[in-house]
């Protein structure tokens, strides 16, 4: 299994951006398909994005598409995951999860996930 651990969760206005980051520990991090998920109250965990263990390929639910990038730094030690949120709305209101899967980043959509971080707390303002 692989470690993970997220930053930069906060507050953010309507219109505006955030980023979160998420540092991965463990012997094959660099092999494993990572993402976020996400989770508002009252609510069930839905899948945000995921991007492939090279970087190369990435998937984002409709709801984002256009408003969030996903995005690893493959060179560094922690192979660093990004989430470059955009155009913030308060329904992206939640707790971010890290997620790492063995499987492709299609089935991470569908669930296929073997690793969870603890969670980030982005709260956006109308």
């Known amino acids: 299994q692989v470690q993970l651990v997220e930053s930069g969760g906060g507050w953010g206005q309507a219109g505006g951006s955030l980023r979160l980051s998420c540092a991965a520990a463990g012997r094959t991090r660099s092999a494993y398909s990572r993402g976020w998920c996400r989770r508002a109250t009252g609510k069930e965990r839905e899948f945000v994005a995921a991007?492939?263990?090279?970087?190369?390929?990435?998937?984002?639910a409709v709801s984002v598409k256009d408003r969030f990038i996903v995005s690893r730094d493959t060179d560094n030690a922690e192979n660093t995951l990004y989430l470059e949120m955009n155009g913030l709305k308060p329904e992206d209101t939640a707790v971010y999860y890290c997620a790492a899967s063995t499987d492709t980043i299609w089935a991470m959509s569908r669930g296929k996930i073997d690793s969870w971080g603890r969670g980030t707390l982005v709260t956006v303002s109308s």
């Open positions: 991007v492939s263990g090279d970087g190369l390929r990435t998937y984002s």
